[in-house]
């Protein structure tokens, strides 16, 4: 990425080829989940994301060819935060092969 910022050539492709993918995988997603039509909001979460336009301009762009709507965002709190968030909220413990609940 420092590579890419400093205006390597090879490694701005590569940063651009990532968002690209990046991109696509957003897209399956989209498309598998039936929000075409949608404003579908992508999380922007990781370092790789301090790239900057040079990686999130080819993802919105490959994500508006199935969704037009959809935007990038940045998460409103830490993911470990959120996992934790939603374990709590599911209460999704896991079972042991008894079927008991099973202790931490």
Known sequence: M???LNGD????DIIKAAGSELGLAAFAVIKKLGLKRK????GC???V???G???TKPMIDT?????PKAFLTEPLMPPAQAAAMMALRNGNFGTNCKGQ???A
Do not use: D, M, N, Y
């Open 45 to 47: 979460v990781g370092s």
């Open 9 to 12: 050539a090879v490694a701005i």
């Open 101 to 103: 609940i099973r202790q």
């Open 63 to 67: 994500i508006h060819t199935i969704a």
């Open 2 to 4: 420092e590579a890419a």
């Open 39 to 42: 404003e579908v909001p992508i």
């Open 49 to 51: 994301f301090k790239a």
């Open 53 to 55: 336009e040079l990686l």
